[in-house]
């Protein structure tokens, strides 16, 4: 729900308390005499932008998360979240404080190690604003919430009825033949005056513009860093050595013998099991490997592979192999990739001990990585602190606690290639409003378990209109496209004219598609022209035909000449039963949104923040 999400991010959000307390008490909405909050809504904004950068990785562009409608989308959902607790309090649902703990205790932003941790929780909610009393009680009203509408969903129910709707629909089948317009064959004919050039270049400056730079300061906290910078005398890491010695030994080591039969068809499956039964019988392993087994490297040793230990062996073998508890066991038939082997155990070699000499490069690893982890959680604590309780520089943050601030290049809203400037979260950060407009720093930005940074912008240069003479021949470009398009556009519909007269169209067009049957999905043909035929209405004799100009500029033709339902028994069962529960989704979310709209019609609602309205 809502407010666990909000907590399952905890470093993206230290410090974002800090930046709205002089507008907490501002309230931008009232729900039936309820009030919503800036900071509500900010808090809210925060998480919304982090779902989505999440959700969009490489894709994400932090333009289309700011303005007045996102904002006012967001709204929405807050009210919607107070309609519901509303009518949880007319209908008096309850959570007790069992459910409660046990969301909490099973919240993995509340854990270390997978398990539990008191102070860390309460560490986190007081990053983002709560103490345990106002988040517990938040969560209540949420899972309450939840608990109303999953309430409702479970209403829902599509029919067997919609299921074979659904199906013909989507299984449909539709006989299409189609030709293309070339636009370039009118390029030749069109032409573009200066005059054209530039009055498209005037009226529509917006779309001839650079884009907005920025270059940030930064200070970076990571594990690797802080590892590389550590003195390591000798005595540390034999000391290190001694204490972790469960650590420092060799893998396990099995020695076994097989027998193989080559290949995966029946008869070798049947060859192995026959074996396997002489075996049962008594025979000796040894003897039939040498008889039957049919891999020459071990089958004169009696099958014996000698020892060997863990990713060596083919993943199915070993896991075979490693299964057999006792020496003398021998596996049920195994197959891997070089046909059926009966496997025998027949020693096993403990691990051992390895000497400080032999493993002082792995101890030395380890123990870098232990004491950078260890400095690296307590500085993380201390750059969230700084970096917001002196929120318009990094000066202090990077002065405590020893660190470079460092400048990035300066790049647009679609990043760099590497550095810091490649990452998503940077760069939404960047050009949010806290960075970019409000001249702070930035939360503390995790870009993995280990690494953290914090950023402050250097400088920003905004869009500015490129000159004339630099865009003018992709103008000259467009509008000559543009024309001949429409030239295309013309000649194509004179073809539809003709065709619907009963004129041939191989008679008409350069390139004619001659009549196959498409699915939705069929991936043989334009996605495009996919769509529009299967917009077209079902042909009640004869052809329909359709035309439409597509994205690179030529003129299709479309004839549909017959459509096939979709056979609803052709489809798998257990296909069928996942349509339903799809359709049943689809039912319960209607049914939801209904209940919402109900409950908003009845409500008085009031939204306070003109920028909202």
Same mark, same amino acid.
């Given at each position: 729900?809502?407010?666990?999400?909000?907590?399952?991010?905890?470093?993206?959000?230290?410090?974002?308390?800090?930046?709205?307390?002089?507008?907490?008490?501002?309230?931008?909405?009232?729900?039936?005499?309820?009030?919503?909050?800036?900071?509500?809504?900010?808090?809210?904004?925060?998480?919304?932008?982090?779902?989505?950068?999440?959700?969009?990785?490489?894709?994400?562009?932090?333009?289309?998360?700011?303005?007045?409608?996102?904002?006012?989308?967001?709204?929405?959902?807050?009210?919607?979240?107070?309609?519901?607790?509303?009518?949880?309090?007319?209908?008096?649902?309850?959570?007790?404080?069992?459910?409660?703990?046990?969301?909490?205790?099973?919240?993995?932003?509340?854990?270390?190690?997978?398990?539990?941790?008191?102070?860390?929780?309460?560490?986190?909610?007081?990053?983002?604003?709560?103490?345990?009393?106002?988040?517990?009680?938040?969560?209540?009203?949420?899972?309450?919430?939840?608990?109303?509408?999953?309430?409702?969903?479970?209403?829902?129910?599509?029919?067997?009825?919609?299921?074979?709707?659904?199906?013909?629909?989507?299984?449909?089948?539709?006989?299409?033949?189609?030709?293309?317009?070339?636009?370039?064959?009118?390029?030749?004919?069109?032409? +573009? %005056?200066? *005059?054209?050039?530039? &009055?498209? =270049?005037?009226?529509? !400056? $917006?779309?001839?513009?650079? #884009?907005? /730079?920025?270059?940030?300061?930064?200070?970076?906290?990571?594990?690797?860093?802080?590892?590389?910078?550590?003195? +390591? %005398?000798? *005595?540390?890491?034999? &000391?290190? =050595?001694?204490?972790? !010695? $469960?650590?420092?030994?060799? #893998?396990? /080591?099995?020695?076994?013998?097989?027998?193989?039969?080559?290949?995966?068809?029946?008869?070798?499956?049947?060859?192995?099991?026959?074996?396997?039964?002489?075996?049962?019988?008594?025979?000796?392993? $040894?003897?039939?490997?040498?008889?039957?087994?049919?891999?020459?490297?071990?089958?004169?040793?009696?099958?014996?592979?000698?020892?060997?230990?863990?990713?060596?062996?083919?993943?199915?073998?070993?896991?075979?192999?490693?299964?057999?508890?006792?020496?003398?066991?021998?596996?049920?038939?195994?197959?891997?990739?070089?046909?059926?082997?009966?496997?025998?155990?027949?020693?096993?070699?403990?691990?051992?001990?390895?000497?400080?000499?032999?493993?002082?490069?792995?101890?030395?690893?380890?123990?870098?990585?232990?004491?950078?982890?260890?400095?690296?959680?307590?500085?993380?604590?201390?750059?969230?602190?700084?970096?917001?309780?002196?929120?318009?520089?990094?000066?202090?943050?990077?002065?405590?606690?020893?660190?470079?601030?460092?400048?990035?290049?300066?790049?647009?809203?679609?990043?760099?290639?590497?550095?810091?400037?490649?990452?998503?979260?940077?760069?939404?950060?960047?050009?949010?409003?806290?960075?970019?407009?409000?001249?702070?720093?930035?939360?503390?930005?995790?870009?993995?378990?280990?690494?953290?940074?914090?950023?402050?912008?250097?400088?920003?240069?905004?869009?500015?209109?490129?000159?004339?003479?630099?865009?003018?021949?992709?103008?000259?470009?467009?509008?000559?496209?543009?024309?001949?398009?429409?030239?295309?556009?013309?000649?194509?519909?004179?073809?539809?004219?003709?065709?619907?007269?009963?004129?041939?169209?191989?008679?008409?067009?350069?390139?004619?598609?001659?009549?196959?049957?498409?699915?939705?999905?069929?991936?043989?043909?334009?996605?495009?022209?996919?769509?529009?035929?299967?917009?077209?209405?079902?042909?009640?004799?004869?052809?329909?035909?359709?035309?439409?100009?597509?994205?690179?500029?030529?003129?299709?033709?479309?004839?549909?000449?017959?459509?096939?339902?979709?056979?609803?028994?052709?489809?798998?069962?257990?296909?069928?039963?996942?349509?339903?529960?799809?359709?049943?989704?689809?039912?319960?979310?209607?049914?939801?949104?209904?209940?919402?709209?109900?409950?908003?019609?009845?409500?008085?609602?009031?939204?306070?923040?003109?920028?909202?309205?």
């Amino acid at each position: 729900w809502l407010i666990v999400g909000l907590i399952s991010i905890p470093f993206a959000l230290w410090g974002v308390n800090s930046y709205l307390t002089g507008a907490s008490d501002v309230v931008v909405a009232e729900v039936n005499g309820k009030e919503i909050t800036q900071a509500e809504l900010q808090q809210s904004l925060q998480q919304y932008r982090d779902q989505m950068r999440n959700m969009m990785g490489e894709q994400f562009d932090p333009a289309m998360f700011e303005g007045a409608m996102v904002k006012r989308n967001v709204l929405d959902g807050l009210i919607e979240q107070q309609l519901l607790r509303d009518a949880n309090e007319k209908l008096g649902q309850r959570i007790n404080d069992a459910e409660i703990s046990q969301v909490i205790r099973t919240t993995p932003a509340f854990q270390r190690d997978g398990e539990f941790d008191a102070e860390y929780y309460n560490m986190v909610l007081a990053r983002v604003g709560y103490s345990p009393a106002s988040y517990e009680a938040q969560l209540r009203a949420d899972l309450m919430s939840q608990q109303l509408t999953q309430n409702i969903e479970t209403t829902a129910l599509a029919t067997e009825k919609d299921v074979r709707q659904t199906l013909r629909l989507q299984e449909q089948r539709r006989e299409i033949a189609y030709g293309v317009v070339p636009v370039q064959e009118y390029v030749e004919q069109v032409s +573009v %005056t200066d *005059d054209e050039v530039q &009055q498209l =270049y005037d009226n529509h !400056q $917006s779309n001839y513009q650079s #884009p907005e /730079q920025l270059k940030l300061n930064y200070i970076e906290l990571s594990v690797a860093t802080i590892s590389s910078t550590l003195t +390591v %005398t000798e *005595d540390d890491l034999k &000391q290190f =050595y001694a204490d972790n !010695q $469960s650590q420092f030994v060799g #893998p396990q /080591q099995r020695r076994a013998s097989h027998i193989l039969i080559e290949g995966d068809d029946n008869d070798a499956q049947t060859t192995i099991e026959a074996i396997a039964t002489r075996l049962e019988n008594g025979e000796d392993f $040894s003897s039939l490997a040498e008889e039957l087994s049919q891999d020459p490297g071990s089958a004169s040793q009696g099958g014996d592979l000698g020892f060997f230990e863990r990713d060596v062996m083919d993943p199915a073998f070993e896991e075979a192999a490693f299964a057999l508890e006792t020496i003398g066991d021998v596996s049920e038939p195994v197959k891997t990739e070089f046909g059926y082997h009966l496997i025998k155990l027949t020693d096993i070699k403990q691990p051992e001990g390895q000497e400080f000499s032999q493993v002082r490069d792995e101890v030395e690893k380890l123990y870098r990585r232990q004491q950078a982890e260890s400095i690296f959680y307590d500085k993380a604590e201390q750059l969230a602190n700084l970096s917001y309780e002196n929120p318009d520089n990094l000066d202090v943050a990077a002065d405590d606690l020893e660190l470079q601030i460092k400048t990035t290049e300066s790049f647009t809203r679609n990043g760099t290639e590497s550095g810091i400037a490649s990452e998503q979260k940077v760069i939404a950060a960047a050009f949010g409003d806290d960075v970019l407009k409000n001249d702070l720093n930035s939360a503390v930005i995790e870009l993995a378990d280990d690494h953290l940074v914090v950023i402050h912008k250097n400088s920003y240069t905004p869009s500015t209109v490129l000159p004339f003479d630099s865009v003018s021949p992709a103008i000259e470009q467009q509008l000559l496209f543009e024309k001949a398009s429409e030239k295309a556009r013309e000649h194509g519909e004179s073809v539809l004219k003709e065709l619907k007269q009963g004129n041939q169209a191989t008679d008409l067009l350069p390139t004619w598609q001659e009549a196959e049957f498409y699915g939705r999905e069929s991936d043989n043909i334009s996605m495009q022209i996919l769509q529009r035929a299967f917009a077209m209405s079902k042909p009640e004799s004869g052809s329909k035909f359709a035309g439409f100009t597509a994205n690179n500029g030529n003129y299709i033709v479309i004839e549909l000449t017959a459509v096939d339902e979709g056979k609803p028994a052709d489809v798998e069962a257990e296909d069928q039963q996942a349509l339903k529960q799809q359709l049943t989704q689809v039912h319960a979310n209607a049914e939801v949104q209904a209940f919402i709209t109900s409950l908003r019609e009845q409500a008085d609602i009031e939204i306070l923040d003109e920028t909202l309205q």
